[in-house]
């Protein structure tokens, strides 16, 4: 059993008690409105998308087992219900299995100056939608490329694949930004 801080509130929470779901809404909210925000790139849609979230995991709060912390467990949630609504949207993935198409040295030779998250969050805005959501479950959230490839239901090799093709197209938006 995994040793929850807020075990308290989450258990009046359970329970029905309004006040601790409030409470347990406000201990998390931004941090998993940033979460939806990564994935969905409105601040409209990670809105709609994060009560949806909330509601869905209210009403399924009595699965919650603490064998992970609150958080982790409502994290999933909100991604899942991210993804859900790009693939509802019918958002393009491109799929490539094939990894050596891409050069992996040639990413890595020339150094960009140091960059900050908003200059990195400001590039990913111009990848696709398939690309942003692999590079921001990975490098944004920490999810690995098996979990990625669980949530997103491909293979592993493809989140890998997607993930590289994203680094080289920020290295491009940003080489350009500093050339031009």
């Not at 990670?46 to 603490?66: G, I, N, S, V």
């Not at 958002?91 to 960009?112: E, Q, R, T």
Request: with cysteine; glycine share 2%.
């Amino acid at each position: 059993m995994y040793p929850e801080k807020n075990r308290e509130i989450i258990e009046k929470s359970r329970n029905g008690d309004l006040r601790a779901q409030y409470s347990l809404y406000n201990l998390y909210v931004k941090a998993m409105l940033n979460v939806s925000y990564r994935i969905m790139g409105t601040l409209e849609e990670a809105e709609d998308m994060l009560q949806e979230a909330f509601t869905e995991a209210f009403t399924k709060l009595h699965t919650f087992r603490y064998d992970s912390a609150f958080g982790a467990w409502l994290k999933r949630i909100v991604v899942n219900k991210c993804i859900n609504e790009i693939n509802r949207k019918k958002a393009d993935l491109s799929y490539f299995d094939d990894m050596a198409h891409f050069d992996n040295k040639s990413f890595d030779d020339d150094k960009l100056p140091e960059l900050s998250v908003n200059e990195i969050k400001r590039a990913m805005e111009h990848l696709p939608q398939g690309n942003k959501i692999i590079f921001s479950l990975y490098l944004l959230e920490g999810y690995d490329h098996r979990e990625i490839a669980q949530i997103l239901n491909t293979s592993e090799s493809n989140s890998k694949t997607q993930y590289m093709r994203a680094r080289k197209r920020i290295k491009e938006i940003l080489s350009n930004t500093y050339h031009d």
